[in-house]
């Protein structure tokens, strides 16, 4: 008996519509938990299911402002900003439209200069509304 061998998987960001449904005449729906997958060879701006590292970089490209954590895999095809895959898994989603607008404001108050501290504050802020989210599940 063989092994099958697990590729490795990108931890990511996604961000998406309010109605949670993947764009371009896809529509399937994003749920927590699940894995959607594409056929065929991944290709940046062009064909798959996209993410960046960085959640910045992902709002950037965002129809929305829920916010999703999550994992990439599949002949993974890596960009400067964004990366691309054949299967995408939703590990979290949170709503993160205070969350930008707090963000914003935090980054008025702060010179140009502080672009790392910026996206790294971004980062933490939906790290912890996620986990704030799953707390208040755990104890309904």
């Known amino acids: 008996m063989t092994k099958k061998k697990r ?8 961000f998406c519509r309010k109605t949670r449904r993947l764009g371009y005449g896809d529509g399937r729906k994003i749920r927590v938990g699940e894995t959607l997958s594409v056929e065929g060879k991944p290709m940046l701006c ?3 299911l996209h993410a960046s590292r960085i959640p910045l970089r992902a709002w950037c490209y965002a129809a929305g402002n829920i916010a999703c954590r999550v994992q990439v895999w599949g002949s993974v095809r890596l960009g400067r900003d964004k990366l691309v895959g054949q299967h995408r898994k939703c590990l979290a989603m949170v709503n993160a439209t205070r969350i930008i607008s707090e963000w914003r404001r935090w980054c008025g108050r702060r010179p140009l200069a502080m672009r790392k501290q910026r996206m790294a504050r971004l980062h933490k802020m939906l790290l912890a509304a996620i986990a704030a989210q799953k707390k208040t599940h755990a104890t309904k």
């Open 46 to 48: 062009v064909w798959g």
């Open 7 to 14: 590729e490795r998987r990108i931890l990511a960001w996604h």
